[in-house]
């Protein structure tokens, strides 16, 4: 079950305690210390739990609302479509699709388009899966632009988005590793790149969502990452990053409240890219800097890529505000996918400009 609530009163120790008692998986915030007054809180309930959850939640007087009943039946009808053929069919970006079957997409969409695309091997995951990248291109160019689906597993959209973009033109949030003793596993990959690696924003305890890893670049997904963009980092002009949810467009930095160099900038260029979204699908995207806009979250990729050199870097938070939350339906994969790629098409033509 998907619940919703919004905090009308001062966050005290009380409410923090309750939520970090209660048997629920925290969706928006991610942590607990980031629940703030007049914020809407989305929280996940297992269905053992819904009983005394919403006894707990009336004996404090919070106002809750149900947004999803059965969260698992959701999951099994959002993943029935996974066998369609991607040369096949038109509808084939407009579902989700397992790792298996990616990897079988990227197969054939090299195949089919090997005078455009290129395969590129850059390590393996924890589970000794590949990485690649795929790269886009018609002739020898001396600038390019990143652009990641993924980072966050329980995030959906994202890779959609990755899949939707080159053939046009599901809860979990952590890595797979295991560190140390502990009884739980993952990493929050979007902690664990060396960009103030595990402060205010981050946990260094392995069992908390926003576990950072033992030291910067621990997980091998993001070693793999950040290797092959300081090996391309002159000729890599932008860095996009696409997660969900909440439908935001964010930029450096996120570990700091302070502001980057660039902000005015990059302020200007997220206020071009939301508009692009706004005439395209009419959705509005709020933006910023990441800690100003919504918490501190050090170690992430965009701001890592930013101090690296990389000035056009950017956060993608696509749909929803959280009627679905990670489950967005995938009939919203279509539309969702044209304003990102036109907010996408905004920051290229900006760059482009100004090389």
């Not at 390019?144 to 809860?171: K, Q, T, V």
Request: net charge positive.
């Amino acid at each position: 079950m998907l619940v919703r609530t919004v905090l009308l009163f001062p966050v005290k120790n009380i409410y923090i305690f309750f939520f970090l008692n209660l048997q629920v998986i925290l969706w928006q915030p991610v942590v607990v210390e980031n629940i703030k007054k007049d914020r809407e809180v989305h929280f996940y309930v297992r269905a053992s739990s819904i009983n005394s959850i919403k006894a707990q939640l009336r004996q404090l007087t919070i106002q809750y609302k149900v947004s999803m009943e059965d969260v698992q039946g959701l999951i099994e009808k959002q993943i029935i479509n996974d066998t369609v053929n991607p040369r096949r069919s038109s509808s084939y970006y407009e579902n989700y699709h397992s790792m298996k079957e990616i990897y079988h997409w990227m197969e054939e969409v090299v195949k089919v388009h090997s005078d455009l695309l290129q395969k590129i091997y850059i390590g393996s995951s924890y589970e000794k899966r590949p990485l690649y990248v795929l790269k886009v291109h018609q002739e020898k160019r001396k600038s390019a632009i990143w652009i990641d689906c993924g980072i966050h597993a329980r995030e959906w959209i994202s890779p959609a988005f990755c899949l939707w973009f080159i053939g046009h033109n599901r809860l979990w949030r952590k890595s797979r590793s295991s560190h140390g003793n502990s009884k739980c596993i993952g990493t929050d990959m979007n902690r664990n790149f060396d960009a103030h690696w595990c402060g205010e924003g981050a946990s260094p305890y392995e069992c908390q969502e926003t576990y950072c890893g033992p030291y910067p670049e621990s997980e091998p997904e993001v070693k793999a990452v950040a290797r092959f963009v300081r090996d391309h980092k002159d000729i890599i002009k932008a860095y996009i990053t696409m997660h969900s949810y909440s439908q935001l467009v964010l930029f450096p930095y996120s570990y700091t409240m302070d502001r980057s160099k660039d902000h005015d900038e990059l302020e200007s260029l997220a206020k071009k890219a939301a508009k692009a979204i706004k005439r395209t699908t009419k959705k509005t995207y709020r933006l910023g800097a990441g800690a100003q806009t919504i918490y501190l979250a050090p170690g992430g990729s965009d701001d890592w890529a930013y101090d690296l050199g990389i000035k056009y870097s950017f956060t993608f938070e696509l749909r929803d505000t959280g009627t679905y939350g990670f489950l967005l339906p995938p009939q919203e994969i279509k539309p969702t996918c044209l304003e990102a790629l036109s907010a996408v098409k905004e920051i290229s033509q900006h760059v482009l400009q100004n090389l």
